[in-house]
């Protein structure tokens, strides 16, 4: 059978697939995971979706809203990595799917503009290291997958997904990626209520945010999310409430990181509305002194609610480690400047004791730089961010402003957190958002004229 005949048989499911219909479905099949319990096995089905969806399609859109729904159901399974072991037959069907894929749309690699920042980085990951780290610490599974996929494996991905960017899966780009952000919101909701409603007592005598392993990785992902739904806002006003019920997501994870950069980033969300979209300018007014009375009125609620947020702010045992990695962090700097002590370096375990099959972060991004790669990954990464800003500016729009919001708030809770030395999915949606700001800015552009004249 030829290509042209399997795709002809396969315009139906593409269809669907590329319809709204199908962000419903992967919507309530994971809030069905969800709130059933059966999380692991929600992992495998979407897994296998998310494979099957590459056969269908060059549109790259479908997988990422797969990915980003299963990465919602992984963050709640903690130290299961043994568990998907087991299941590691379910890697040859994904295998066939790819190359079907690749078979039925072929891809020419395209050169980005944050190409070589990308290079310099793959470089600085590979020489992390170098007269320190012990072999057996470098080679580790774990190392090379980090060392892999947060370098040259990331810039083949995405000069993949920019090959892939043409007239055809960028129709309607903008909508649609911000379609895929918005469900991501509101699985992470269901998330919620599925850790809430069984513990609904001890939230109602407490009346406080519940603690739960997955708050840092959820409050991340809303993050991610958050700008979108004030970028279709700007269109249809009722979105809005979508970024709303996003931060308020944030503040019931019990997230400290999320409760301050991710009200940081709520606030730039508003003013950067106030600012560009004029047509709701005066309703974004009203709401905003709207929240401002109720949040005086409500001020001692708040505080109630969010309490154990706050104090975990300020205890000291609870920001040790954090502040133990980061003296550790500039220790090592100093002891090996050059190339850092490698991004493997199981040496710090004695402050934290990651899981197994996890790698041993600083949990700041300023620290892990230096601290993993000395100058050698500090010179990399100003290289590769100063590209990214020249990309953004080279190609303003206001969607291209929304993925750069989103950008900044996985930056900011990097800060505190892995984030982005996460190859999956936090630094892979980050790195495409920059070939994307390339390649739909004339679709985005011309959208947004139409709509301010």
């Known amino acids: 059978m030829s290509r042209d005949a399997i795709i002809r048989i396969t315009a139906k499911p593409r269809g669907f697939i590329l319809s709204p219909g199908f962000s419903v479905l992967i ?12 999380v692991f096995e929600g992992v495998c089905v979407l897994a296998l979706m998310g494979g099957a969806v590459l056969m269908f399609t060059a549109d790259n859109i479908p997988f990422l809203q797969v990915l980003l729904a ?8 903690k130290n299961t990595a043994t568990d998907f072991f087991k299941v590691w037959p379910i890697i ?45 610490e470098y080679f ?24 892939s960017l043409n007239e055809e899966t960028t129709e309607k780009f903008d909508e649609r990626f911000s379609r895929i952000m918005i469900s991501l919101i509101v699985i992470i909701f269901v998330s919620l209520l599925a850790e809430y409603i069984p513990r609904f007592e001890e939230f109602r005598r407490e009346m406080s945010v519940i603690p739960f392993q997955w ?37 019931f994870t019990g997230s400290r990181g999320g409760l301050l950069f991710g009200t940081l980033e709520f606030g730039i969300c508003i003013v950067a509305m106030l600012i560009i979209d004029r047509r709701h300018r005066k309703i974004y007014g009203i709401m905003v002194g709207i929240f401002a009375v109720i ?7 708040m505080y109630e609610l969010l309490s154990n947020t706050i104090e975990r702010f300020m205890d000291p045992s609870e920001n040790s480690i954090r502040l133990g990695l980061l ?11 050059v190339f850092g002590t490698g991004i493997g370096y199981m040496g710090n375990r004695d402050i934290h004791r990651s899981a197994k099959y996890a790698l041993c972060w600083y949990h700041c991004s300023v620290v892990q730089v230096p601290a993993s790669m000395g100058v050698a990954g500090i010179l990399a990464y100003l290289f590769l961010n100063i590209q990214r800003i020249k990309v953004f500016i080279k ?8 993925l750069f919001i989103s950008f900044i708030g996985l930056e900011m809770m990097s800060l505190v957190n892995p984030g982005l030395f996460a190859p999956v999915p936090y630094l892979l949606m980050i790195s495409l958002y920059f070939p994307i700001m390339e390649s739909v800015k004339q679709n985005t552009v011309l959208q947004n004229k139409e709509e301010t004249q």
């Open 295 to 301: 949040l005086v009125l409500m001020s001692k609620y």
């Open 327 to 337: 003296q550790r962090g500039l220790y090592d700097f100093i002891k090996h400047p």
């Open 92 to 136: 040859f069907p994904l295998i066939i799917f790819l190359i079907i894929r690749l078979i039925l749309y072929p891809v020419k690699l395209k050169k980005t503009g944050v190409f070589y920042g990308m290079l310099a980085v793959s470089f600085a990951l590979i020489a992390g290291g170098i007269g320190f780290i012990s072999p057996q």
């Open 140 to 163: 580790k599974p774990e190392s090379i997958f980090h060392i892999i996929m947060l370098g040259a494996g990331m810039l083949l991905l995405t000069s993949y997904f920019a090959g």
């Open 27 to 38: 919507i309530l099949l994971s809030s069905f995971f969800l709130l059933s319990g059966y």
């Open 215 to 251: 708050r840092n990785n959820g409050s991340t992902l809303l993050m991610l999310a958050m700008p979108f739904p004030f970028y279709i806002a700007s269109k249809r006003f009722g979105y809005f409430f979508f970024g709303l019920l996003c931060y308020i997501s944030i503040l």
């Open 70 to 77: 299963a990465s919602a159901l992984v963050i709640r399974l």
């Open 395 to 402: 190609n303003i729009s206001l969607f291209n402003i929304t």
